[in-house]
């Protein structure tokens, strides 16, 4: 019986020094991304871009999924979720109608999406009807805070698998925020997963681009496709010396969001 329970100690023991044991340098990812930038305009966006490509990659070997940054969006005119099977926009969206029909295709095909900030920008959204108001949902941009700053953000929606290692609340990092024309809780399409909690108001530092009330999604996802949306992606900026005064990337919290959805939408285990 001593030698029965030693060897199943042992086998207990082996098993988890394999769960625990890091991924090997050359193993096969688990899913892989593809992310698009411009990177040509508003300092704060570009700052984002740079750190984005420095902190994806770092994350995607602790979590073995593959990061591929590239600002050619002519690639996605014939893209296959076989290729890639998440795609990520960080700081713009697809201008030609060869990319957006092959944006369209890619996820109607099984792929899988993560926008930023710039990704849902618009302020003429009938120019893509179906990104703007039934992707994303968001219609036009309505208004901005200014200074970025801040946020304590409201998890309304804590089984989502982006959103289980997420608190109730959670103070996010620096960003400007926008607003929308559309009430995404009218969308049934739509589940809101975070938005400003109130105690977050006045929000901005520039009286005349402050929040003062309202209701404000800032995480989402639409049920009709594997999408994530986050409101933030734009730090603060010394735009005089060009440097940047926050970092995106700050929050651990905000952080947990971004890992476990992006295992999500690549079809991995979450943390």
Known sequence: MKKFVLRLALLFASCLALAMAPVPAGAAPA????????????????????EANQW?????????FGYTATNDWNRLNSLQPSQYQVVVFLDDLPQTS????????????????????????????STWDWYHNRFLGTGAFKSNTWGPTTSTLRVENRSHPSTT?????????????????????????????????????????????????????????????????????????????????SSTFASEVQNRFVIDGLLWLGGAKTA
């Open 31 to 50: 899913f892989k991304v593809l992310a698009f930038y411009n990177g040509t305009y508003d300092a704060a966006h570009i700052s984002f871009v740079r």
């Open 56 to 64: 994806f990659p770092k994350t995607a070997a602790e979590h073995n």
């Open 98 to 125: 060869a990319q957006r029909a092959g944006f369209e295709r890619y996820l109607r095909a099984g792929g899988a999406f993560f926008g930023f900030h710039v990704a849902a920008f618009t302020t003429a959204p």
């Open 165 to 245: 290692r997420l608190p109730a609340t959670f103070t996010s990092s620096v960003s400007e925020w926008y607003s929308w024309s559309s009430d995404l809780r009218k969308n049934p399409d739509i589940r809101i997963l975070a938005s400003v909690d109130p105690v977050s108001f006045p929000l901005g530092t520039d009286p005349n681009q402050s929040w003062y009330s309202g209701y404000y999604p800032i995480l989402w996802t639409n049920d009709k496709y594997k999408m994530l949306y986050a409101n933030f992606g734009h730090n603060k900026m010394n735009y005089e010396t060009n440097q940047p005064l």
